[in-house]
């Protein structure tokens, strides 16, 4: 079965200031891995997925992700902060085929706070 | 416009009142599923779909039933709820036609659920 340690439950930073949010997978098959993003009171809405492709992984507003297969991490970065970053991430991993089909498993949770 | 939806929103019940939060999605999608959101817990898949009257359990199904007679319909039922599914639960879907766990999961807004 795979799981996901997402290390930390809140980050906080500076406006333009560097964000990195960590996130450990385990999976004994190739994983897909996902970062998505809550805002207050809103669902999730998806950041960026790696899907084997390339390991660096471009996403929305700004973020992006490296698949580093020989650490099992997909940490997510920002090069600056933005106010409007401020909401609740989830790392995610889910694999193909399988008793898993199609299910996502999730991360605690990272709080990223954006000070001005 | 693209959209899974819930209803309701916000819902205050008592214990052992029976009730249903709809989920409809009209991206013409197969696979749906439910999700539970706790503090400190991420997000846990409570039942999915993978197609029309194709239903099955996922990490926390006890306490509720699903039904799938419509593709665009999934709703989550509590016969009898208890003070410990107090939750957000989101309903997502996907295309999920050809059997790749790669496709993006969308989801709803949330439906906050407080048993007393």
């Known amino acids: 079965a795979q799981s996901v340690t997402q290390l930390g439950s809140h980050v906080s930073v500076s406006e333009g200031a560097l964000v990195l949010l960590r996130c450990n997978y385990s999976?004994?098959?190739?994983?897909?891995l996902f970062w998505y993003v809550q805002y207050p009171n809103q669902g999730l809405q998806l950041l960026l997925k790696?899907?084997?492709?390339?390991?660096l992984v471009k996403g929305i507003n700004g973020f992006e992700a490296e698949f580093k297969k020989s650490e099992t991490s997909f940490h997510l970065t920002k090069p600056s902060a933005h106010m409007s970053d401020a909401a609740e991430y989830f790392c995610a991993v889910t694999v193909a085929g399988g008793t898993s089909y199609g299910k996502l498993t999730f991360g605690q949770g990272t709080i990223l706070t954006v000070h001005p | 416009e693209a959209q899974v939806t819930q209803n309701p929103r916000y819902l205050i019940t008592v214990t052992g009142k029976k009730l249903t939060v709809t989920c409809s999605q009209n991206?013409?999608?197969?696979?749906m599923s439910w999700y539970r959101q706790d503090p400190g817990l991420g997000l846990r898949q409570i039942y999915y779909s993978m197609n029309v009257e194709a239903t099955d359990k996922g990490d926390v199904p006890e306490g509720y039933k699903v039904s799938r007679k419509e593709k665009r319909n999934f709703p989550l039922i509590l016969e009898s709820p208890s003070p410990n599914q107090t939750s957000l639960y989101f309903c997502?879907?996907?295309?999920?036609?050809?059997?790749?766990?790669?496709?993006?999961?969308?989801f709803g807004p949330g439906t906050r659920l407080t048993v007393l």
């Open positions: 997502a879907s996907s295309l999920q036609a050809s059997g790749t766990s790669t496709d993006t999961q969308y």
């Open positions: 790696y899907t084997s492709a390339a390991t």
């Open positions: 999976s004994s098959v190739p994983p897909y």
């Open positions: 991206m013409n999608h197969e696979y």
